[in-house]
C-alpha cells in the first residue's frame, strides 16, 4: 500500500475560514481565484491581519467576505462601498477592501462607486466582473455585452454595457487595472500595490460563468472561457480608455493592464482640534 | 467650550442645532448624511462641530449611503449617526433592517415634514410613525423617541445612542418640523453629568473560540469592533452565533425570535412617557412630539371648564409606553388620540382598550402643528359639554 | 403673563435675527420662557419673512402666534399682511422710513432704516427697531438685549449693532408717542 502523506495545514488555512467549505460557487466558476489571489496578497503584505478588513454586497463575490478569515462585513445589495467607507473613517489603521461583482458594484451600488472613486478614500475595490447576475440564474446586467443572452434578455441584451476601466478613470480612482483570473500573479501583485496605494483603488478581475452566462452564449465550461481568455488578451495600457469596452464574442482583443496610476490626493476628513 | 467640545451652558438654539450638540455631548464622531430640508440644520451644524472634535463629517451621495457610512463606523467602534426626513427616511429603510440584523447601535434622526412623496418639504408632518415600526422588511424591534422641545431632543439623543448601545440596536429620533426648527432654550450639562452607556465589549481572548453573535442573558451579544485581532463575520443573512449564515428555518426563528425579545424583554426600560393632570382624570389625551404642546394646552383649558380631562404623552413610541398606559386606562371612560397624520397612533391606542369605552381621534395630514382648538373640541364632545 | 411679538419685513431685513435677539434676551438673561418660530421655503427668500417670538412667565406649550400683542412691520406687504392679525390693543411699531400707517390705525413708529443709515449700514435698521421696542415696552431689560447682542453677533459688528439699539431707544424716550 502506499503510503498516504496528510498536509498539516494548508498555507491559507488562516486567512481563509476552511470550516466554512464547500464553498458556493459552481465548477468552472472564477470567484475562487480571485478570493485565493486576495487571501495570497493580505498573507504577502506586511499590514497586520488583525487590521485587515473585507466588505461585500450581494452576490456570488459577495460571498467571499464569509470566506476570508478576517474581519469581514456581508452587507447589503450595492452598499458595500459606503460601508467600507464608514468602517476606514472611523479607523483609519484598518486596511478596508471591497470585494464584490460587477452587477453589486456597478448596477445597484453604481452611485457609490463613481461617488467612493470621486471621493477618491482610500479603499481598494475588487470587482469581479462575470457579464451577469450568477447568483439568482444569469441575468442581464449592466456589463453583459450589446445582443448577449442571459434570462432576462432571451432575445439578446438591447443594452450597451459599462467600460469599467472608462468608468473609473472618469470617475476619479487612483488606480484603475484590469486582469483575468488567469492572470493570478498580477492580480496578487495589483492588490498589493493598491494595499499600498493611497486614494481608490479599483482591480476589475474577469472571470468565467459558466452556469450563467456562459451556457447562454457558447462558452459551455470554464476552460472555454479561460482559453479564450489567453488567447486574446492583450495588454491595452496604451490604448484609449473608450477603446476598453469587453465583448468576449467579437473577434477583438480583451484588453488588460495597469490603466491608471495617479496620485491625486486621499479624501481626509476635515480636522481642527485634537482628536478626540 | 470644554476639552471635551461640550457646549456646557444655557442656549437659545433650535432643535436641530440641539441635536448636533446632543451628539457632540454623547460621543457620536461620525455624521453620515445627505442634505434634505427640514433636517439639513443637524448636518450642518455638525459639519461645523465635528471636525472640531476629532469627529468625521460625511456627506454622502444619498441616504442609502449615509446609513451605511454610519453602520460601517458603528463596526468599527463609533457612535454614528445620521439625520433625515421623509424621502430619505423611505431609502433608509433597507439598510435599517441591516442595523436590526448585524446588531449595529447607530441613531437614525428623521425630522418629520408632510408627506406622502416629496409632500411639504418645509412644514411638520407626524406621518412616519407607522413606518418607523415597520417600513424594513421583515419582523424587528427597535426603540423611536418623539422629543416635544429643543431641550428634549438634546435629551433624547444623548438618551437613544445609549440605548442603541447598550441593546445593539438602531434607535430613531422621531422629530417633526415644528420641533426641529423652533427655538427655546436648551441647557447643556456638564460633562461629567451626561449620562454614557457603553456597549457590552468582547473581552475574550481573540480566537477561534469566540462568538461574535453569543449572546447574554439580556440577550445582547458582546460587541467585537473590527480591527480587535476577532476574525467576526457579521452579514445580513440569517446567521449562527459564529455569525456565519445558516439557511434553516431552525436558526431563523432562533435568530429573529432573540432579535425580537431582546427589545420587548427589555421594553419596561426603553419606555417613556410623561402626564398631565391625570390624577383625577377621566378623559385620557394621547400626543407625541409638537402636538402634545397643544395637547397640554388643550387640557389646561377644559379643566378651566371643569372637564376632567388629562393628557399621556408618548416620548418613546416604539414601544409603545405599555406601562404608563395601563395604569391610567382603568379610570379613564374615554380615550382621544392626536396625531398629524389620518390615523396611526389610534390604532395601537384601540387595540390596547380591550373594552367597548370609545377612543377617538383628532388628526391633520400635516403642513402645520396641530393647534389646541380642535382637541380642546373633541375633549368637550367627548365630554358633553355643552 | 404671555405676550405674542411678531415682528415682519423682507427676507434680508433681519428679522429672524431680531426675533432670536429678543427670544434670547427674554429666555437667557431675563429668566423668562420664551420660543421662537419663523416661516420657512422659498418664500423666506428675498420675499415675506417674519419671525415669532412668545414669552411668558409659565411654560409655553403652543408655540405659535395666533394673535400678536405687539406687531413690529418693516416693510408696507407685512403691515398690510399682518395688521388685522393682532389684539385689539396691540403695540403695533412701523419702519417710517418704509412703512406708511393705514389713516386711523393706531400705530408707533420711527424712521428706522434712516437712522441705521446715519450710523453707516442699513442693515441694523431691525435692531433700531428692538431698541425702540425696549423704550416703548416695559417687558424687556435693555441690558439684557444688549448681552444678547454681544453674545450673538460676529466681534466686529457688536458696536454698530449697540449704537443703533441706543439709538432706537433714545428715540422711544425723547418723542412723543404718535397717535
Redesign the interface.
Known sequence: MRDVVFAEAHPLDRIIRSDRMPHIWCPGCGIGIAMRCYAHAILNSEIEEQNQVVVSGIGCSGRVAGYMNIDSYHTTHGRAIPFAVGLKLSNPALNVTVFSGDGDLAAIGGNHLIHGARRNLDLTVICTNNFNYGMTGGQSGPTTPYNARTTTSPYGSPELPFNLVDLLAAAGANFVSRWTVLHVRQVIDDILYAFGKPGFSFIEILSPCPVGFGKSNNFETGIEEMRLYRERCEMGEHMPLSELGIDLRAERPIYIGRFIDRNAPPFKPVHLGPAA | MSET?ILTG???MNGDHACAEGAIAA?C??F?GYPI??STEVAERLARRL????????Q???E???I???????????R?MTATSGPGFSLMM??L??AIM?ELPCLIVNIQRGSPSTGL???PGQSDIMQARWGSHGDYRLAAYSPWSPQEIFDLTIHGFNVADRYRIPVLLMAD??VG?????VVIPEAAEIPFWDRKRANGKAGETFHPFEPGEDLVPPFA?????????????THDTRG??DMSAEMHQQLVRRLVDKVERNSAKLEMSDDYEVEDANILVLSYG?TA??A??AV?EARELGIKAGALRLISIWPFPEQAFNALADQMDAFIVAEVNLGQMITEVERRVRTSKPVSGVHHAGGA?L??GPILEEIKRVAGHA | MRAEIRIAGFGGQGTVLAGYLLGKAFSLYQGLEAVMTQSYGPEARGGASSSNIVVADREIAFPFVERADILIALSQEAYSKFKDEVQPEALVLLDTSLVTAQSGEKTLGLPATEIAEQLGHRIVANVVMLGYLCGSWDWIEAEALEKAIRTTLKAHTVELNLKAFQQGLAYAAEKEPAT
Not at chain 2, 451605511?68 to 467602534?77: D, K, Q, T
Not at chain 2, 467576526?232 to 443573512?237: D, E, I, K, Q, R
Request: proline content about 8%; hydrophobic content about 35%; glycine content about 14%.
Open positions: 467640545g444655557s442656549h437659545f460621543g464622531r461620525l453620515g430640508t427640514p471636525p472640531q472634535v476629532g469627529g468625521v463629517f460625511i454622502m451621495e444619498d442609502m449611503a449615509s451605511a457610512a454610519v453602520l460601517g463606523a458603528s463596526a468599527a467602534g463609533s454614528a433597507e439598510n433592517g441591516l448585524m418639504p418645509t412644514l418640523e415644528v426648527h423652533m427655538v427655546e432654550r469592533h473590527a480591527g480587535e485581532g476577532y476574525r467576526v463575520h457579521f452579514t445580513g443573512l456565519y449564515p409638537s404642546r397643544s397640554r394646552r389646561r402643528m393647534p389646541p
